[in-house]
């Protein structure tokens, strides 16, 4: 009996790819589209924290900045954070003033930091001028100076020997006639005071001034600016100064 004809096996196929999944741009599908554009909007992001020096600063940061300006203008008064001029030999500021009538420039009036005299001042609240020759000297300790001008009531004056009164460490308060019927608050400031002098790091001096006194504005300035300076660790008390 003669054998039956074989039926061929069908060919065997290759499994079949899925094409019901979801795809984007070029083909990728979506779940990659996605992770990339994560990716790219952390690095952004990075890169701004990194341009913008991240969050809040030491002293004189940009957030404690704000935080006066924004007290000061409130207040009605201008405000100012400004680079010192550096020294003449670039490494020391008492180089600068040697003599109690040495002609000095500075970036601001009054001072609010750059060359000074190498002997500070007694820290006290002054009914008369102290050479501001020498206040510059108490900036650098960390301290905030009071000033106003000879046409400033005294009832005002009254008012900013209070507020000395109140919390005298690290504070000056001195008249500084030019300024007329306005007061300033200053102060000198650097992040890291061992950067002091190197790379060209001179600090920031920061300066306010108002036509009246603020209770709220002056205690914010004070409070983020005081102890703050490019020489710290000196004896800051009332009644205390050089030799």
């Not at 809040?56 to 900045?65: A, E, L």
């Not at 300006?69 to 490494?91: E, F, I, N, Q």
């Not at 301290?143 to 109140?166: H, M, Q």
């Not at 300024?179 to 002098?197: C, F, H, M, Q």
């Amino acid at each position: 009996m003669a054998d039956k004809p074989k039926t061929p096996r069908p060919p065997v196929q290759a499994p079949k790819r899925r094409e019901d999944r979801k795809q984007g741009l070029s083909g990728l599908p979506v779940w990659a589209i996605v992770v990339g554009v994560i990716v790219l909007v952390g690095a952004v992001v990075g890169i701004v924290v990194a341009a913008t020096g991240g969050g809040g600063g030491d002293s004189g940061g940009s957030d404690k900045d704000a935080q006066v300006k924004a007290a000061m203008t409130a207040a009605g008064c201008t405000y100012r954070s400004v680079k010192p001029l550096p020294p003449k030999d670039g490494s020391n500021y008492h180089g600068d003033v040697p003599t109690l009538t040495t002609n000095v420039r500075w970036a601001t009036t009054p001072p609010s930091a750059g060359g000074h005299y190498p002997l500070w001042a007694v820290w006290n609240f002054y009914r008369s001028p102290l050479n501001p020759r020498q206040v510059v000297h108490n900036e650098e300790h960390g301290g905030v100076v009071l000033w106003w001008g000879n046409k400033v009531p005294s009832a005002t004056i009254d008012e900013l020997e209070t507020f000395y009164r109140d919390s005298p460490e690290a504070m000056v308060g001195t008249p500084f006639p030019t300024l007329g019927n306005k007061i300033a608050l200053t102060a000198w400031t650097i992040d890291d005071p061992s950067k002091y002098y190197r790379g060209g790091d001179y600090g920031v001096g920061h300066i306010a001034i108002c036509t009246k006194f603020d209770e709220d504005a002056f205690t914010t300035f004070r409070d983020a600016f005081r102890n703050n300076g490019p020489e710290r660790g000196t004896d800051n008390t009332p009644g205390s100064g050089p030799g």
